[in-house]
């Protein structure tokens, strides 16, 4: 059961500007936070970066609405940011969707 928090002095508001944006979610389950902050470059890119701290991933997402045709491109890279997941390469995934009219 994974459960938004409401807001509080210590957690900044979900929404800091027209651009950025930060979510806190807190796990009731295992006591752990997941927290991300979701940034708009501009119209066409936005990037997000997020964190966990039961199973202490990190990630960074970058999506694009413009390259390839209709629909996002996106792509992600994400790591265990602990002893030796520090020293690998990211898992990186790249995901395309294509809006088509039939």
């Known amino acids: ?3 938004t928090l409401p807001p509080s002095p210590w957690i900044p508001p979900t929404t800091l500007n027209d651009y950025t944006k930060l979510e806190a979610a807190w796990n009731f389950n295992n006591d752990t936070l997941r927290a991300s902050v979701d940034h708009r470059v501009d119209s066409h890119n936005r990037l ?9 991933n990190g990630s960074l ?12 491109l996106k792509v992600l890279a994400s ?3 602990t002893g030796e997941g520090v020293k690998r390469m990211p898992t ?3 995901e ?3 809006n088509v009219e039939i």
Do not use: F, Q, R
């Not at 694009?64 to 209709?70: A, H």
């Open 48 to 56: 997000k970066i997020a964190y966990g701290t039961g199973d202490k």
């Open 92 to 94: 990186l995934t790249a």
């Open 96 to 98: 395309k969707t294509w």
């Open 1 to 3: 059961m994974t459960k």
């Open 61 to 72: 997402e970058w999506t694009n609405k413009d390259l390839g045709g209709g629909g996002e």
């Open 79 to 81: 790591t265990t940011l």
